[in-house]
């Protein structure tokens, strides 16, 4: 079974940045496409950002210019650095792992956005 343990998450004032991290315990984590999601009190889970398996990387209109999705295939970890960051980005966060059929989830982590 791969596990996804996130981090990075916290209170950060508006304007600020936080690094989220997502490591995944699979020997083949570089197969995997990753993607980052987020879900509001109230609302669905979206999609916020992913990155290939190949480096390709795409992004929700509302952060494109304020977060980086990455990834390091030696430490098994995708990042999500997250600049400029506003109340609506407030949400819990959660890390994804896709190959063909299977989907794997992080347990999330709070991100609060607030004065």
């Known amino acids: 079974q791969v596990q996804l343990v996130e981090s990075g998450g916290g209170l950060v004032q508006p304007g600020g940045s936080l690094r989220l991290s997502c490591i995944v315990s699979?020997?083949?984590?570089?197969?995997?496409?990753m993607g980052w999601y987020r879900q509001a009190p109230g609302k669905q889970r979206d999609l916020v950002a992913t990155?290939?398996?190949?480096?390709?990387?795409d992004y929700i209109d509302s952060v494109k210019g304020r977060f980086t999705i990455a990834r390091d295939n030696a430490k098994k970890t995708v990042y999500l650095q997250m600049n400029s960051l506003k109340p609506e980005d407030t949400a819990v966060y959660y890390c994804?792992?896709?190959?063909?059929?299977?989907?794997?989830w992080g347990q999330g982590t709070q991100v609060t956005v607030s004065s």
């Open positions: 994804n792992a896709n190959r063909g059929k299977y989907h794997y």
């Open positions: 699979s020997s083949t984590f570089s197969a995997y496409d």
């Open positions: 990155i290939t398996s190949g480096g390709s990387t």
